[in-house]
């Protein structure tokens, strides 16, 4: 094997060994890689106990109550599948409104209401003008006006 | 072939021929990034969310890609620098990092100050883009640093140039960050099934801006090799003879 030879295996081997070791520290690692859960994972138990963490889904339309006179509100987050009622006390990002996904961080109390200490809207990929959004509602409201009762059954955590 | 990458590896051909390609990046450049400015500024709709503050898009974006696109090129110019022995290569990875590192800040800095009216949030430790995007520029940090501290070129060549391609495993993580795991930062707009989620009057202005952005990141990178070679070569009797007759 000439030199040339010998550093091209070097490098190759170096690049390899560099990725698999860090996809398996990667892999090992993947709960504590998600910045957040989903519904579901809360109502199946998965979720870190005894600390905070974070839960991700959709506004429920429809479900914010807000304290008259206060920043206290309380509302549903939901993945389509399961709900989870979390309540919140202070400024809430302009993106937060129904239907928008957000991300709260706190604690789940002991009568399953999650109490969070900060909420961040998570904005999606989609990027229009409001005309087209309006007629793309419309369009959509038609499409999935029957999936909106869920498609399945939310697990509970007692089975 | 072999003949002409041979040419092109001989630094005096080499800097000669960088300066004669620099008009030809710059003026391309500074007119598709005024177009985008123009365009993605007024021509361009607000989006139905965000309003005005997705404007900001039209520089996170391309400074974003440029920051990942100028590691990769760091990596690849370092591992030929590394395994065919050719200095100009090692002289583009050097003259990359500072660009790279640039692009990166600017990318943090863009998404930060957007995150805060939109996320709520200036930064959120744990999350997987974030941080990995952070992780990059402390490498391109260390490779500087690296470079910085050995006084010898060709040992500064060989250990930065293992530096770069141990990092390069960082930059698929970065962009695939939002697939794998969940994130607060979006997925991707551009690249993705069913072409991408933007209306056109939106689009043309950023992949105008990008590709704005790459021509003169193409610019600055070629004048930036040109200093390292000059540098590099400041003993050697073409650079004395090009002085000596008042050259540039």
Redesign the interface.
Known sequence: MRP?QQ??LA?GL??VG??TA?GLT?QAM?DS??????VTEVAEGKYPENRNFRV?GLVRDGSINREAGSLEMTFLVTDLRCDLPVSYTG??????REGQGV?AHGRLGEDGVFVAD?????????????E???SLAEHVEEQTSGLQEGPLECPSSDS | MWKFIHKLASPPHFYRLAAQIVPWLVVPGLLLVAYATYAGLFLAPADYQQGDAFRIIYVHVPSAYLSMMTYMIMAVSAGIGLIWRIKLSHAVAAAAAPLGAWFTFLALMTGSIWGKPMWGTWWEWGDPRLTSELIMLFLYFGYMALRGAIDDTVKADKSSAVLALVGAVNVPIIHFSVEWWSSLHQGPTLVKKGGPAMDTAMLYPLLAMILGFSFLFGALLLRRVRAEVLFRERRTRWVKEMVLSGGT
């Open positions: 040339r550093r091209m490098v170096v690049i560099v990725a860090t990667l993947k890689m998600m910045f957040f859960v989903s991700g400024v809430l990002p302009d993106l937060f991300v900060e909420i961040l809207a998570k904005h999606d990929e989609n990027y229009m003008a409001p087209v959004a309006d």
